[in-house]
């Protein structure tokens, strides 16, 4: 029997949750690629959980669509006005010197005005296969919609085919080369 699942705002009180699918977005790789010497993946989680829990990150809850089973998260999707990338990262580079020992305020930007940036996109793996993500792609470009932003915009791992071929599936397209959290990457949009 499939699942009933809900796609809706996000709330402060689904803070872990949602830091913990931004890190299965990420990929233990990626959030270790941007730890200091001496921190872990606890750090970033930690890190990450109290940048949702922020209004003016670009992590924060008021940024994030979740999809629920009953009252669980089981899938999230991090978008913001990719206009407003700077100012939503501060809070990511504070709390990266804090949490994680890293100064990070000479990161490459990964998007730009007049996108709205998707930034992470997870679904539980016990949820897979069941039309969730595109459900949360849909709502995102709904959401883009509403904001009368053109387009939305991802980065996609060059080294992940089923990723890219899941926004292909909902109408994204190759639009060039990007690299991030050490990463060679191809930036989609639709």
């Known amino acids: 029997?499939?699942?009933?699942i809900e796609i809706r705002e996000a709330t402060k009180a689904q803070a872990a949750d949602?830091?913990?699918l931004i890190m299965m977005a990420m990929t233990d790789d990626?959030?270790?690629h941007f730890c200091g010497v001496g921190h872990g993946l606890e750090d970033f989680y930690r890190m990450?959980?109290?940048l949702v829990e922020r209004e003016d990150s670009q992590y924060s809850y008021r940024n994030?669509?979740?999809a629920m089973a009953d009252e669980k998260v089981v899938g999230i999707a991090v978008s913001y006005d990719g206009g407003k990338l700077?100012?939503?990262?501060q809070a990511f580079i504070q709390a990266a010197k804090e949490y994680i020992g890293k100064d990070h305020s000479g990161m490459d930007d990964e998007t730009q005005a007049g996108e709205l940036y998707l930034d992470s996109l997870a679904v539980?793996?016990?949820?897979?296969?069941?039309g969730i993500a595109q459900r949360l792609l849909t709502a995102t470009k709904e959401k883009a919609d509403k904001m009368r932003l053109p387009c939305v915009g991802l980065l996609v791992d060059k080294g992940n085919p089923a990723g890219e071929a899941l926004y292909a599936s909902v109408g994204f397209r190759y639009a060039n080369d990007n690299w991030w959290g050490g990463h060679e990457m191809?930036?989609?949009?639709?």
Do not use: W
């Open 186 to 190: 191809k930036h989609l949009v639709v």
């Open 30 to 32: 990626c959030c270790l």
């Open 124 to 130: 539980l793996p016990e949820y897979r296969r069941q």
């Open 86 to 89: 700077h100012e939503l990262r």
């Open 18 to 20: 949602i830091a913990r």
């Open 1 to 4: 029997m499939t699942t009933m």
């Open 48 to 50: 990450m959980t109290s």
């Open 64 to 66: 994030t669509l979740v």
